[in-house]
């Protein structure tokens, strides 16, 4: 059997990254320092995972991880944790920052995961570089792999309208990233035809250095949620 093809954008993203990872990482080892919104969203999301009661302490996914820094967050907040990013570098230097953590390289949009095995996924500034048309896909790899109750926190650059802008050089690295940026309503309505179900939506200005606003979404897998006997 030949072996699938990956997306072009998932081709020029993992390079784009395996070029600038260690200047990336240089600049950017733990985001969240600085960050107390993002802070606080991330500790809901800690107490949502907790809240339905999931059976057997199912694990939570960091996609998009990076550096690490939020799986290492997540980790020390008492979740089973691990990270996937589709950069090889990244995955290489997160585990060097974080050696008791686990971290693998892969896609969102093809999950290497069972049905209904997570109890919950974290995407901060991930869905950035995904297509329009490849984030119904990303969406619905998510809802397949949580769990019933289970939440999705994501994290992105927002705006009045959704635009797209392609870099071409970062860190003195040529590269082609592109990066998109998009509504809440936007986003809101991919995971609403992918069958998440809307919990809650934060918008945050720009801070310094930032050009555009954030915005988050807090969203669930619908559907009862088993309980142990």
Partial sequence: MRPVRAPEF?????ASYDAIAEAYTAEHPD???GRPLERALLTAFVELVREPGLPGNPPVADVGSGPGYVTARLHEAGLPVFGVDASPRMVALARRAHPGLRFHVGSM????LPDETLGGIVALYSIIHVPDDHLP????EFRRALLPGAPVLLGFQSGDED???RLTERYGREIALDYYWRTPDTVAAHL???????HARVLRE???GERLPRAFLLARRPGPVPREV
């Fill in 192 to 198: 609403a035809e992918a069958g998440l179900e809307l």
């Fill in 10 to 14: 998932l081709q020029s993203t993992q």
């Fill in 31 to 33: 985001s969240l320092a």
């Fill in 163 to 165: 635009g797209h802008q």
């Fill in 109 to 112: 949009t093809e999950l290497d």
């Fill in 206 to 208: 720009p801070g310094p």
């Fill in 137 to 140: 896909a990303a969406f619905a």
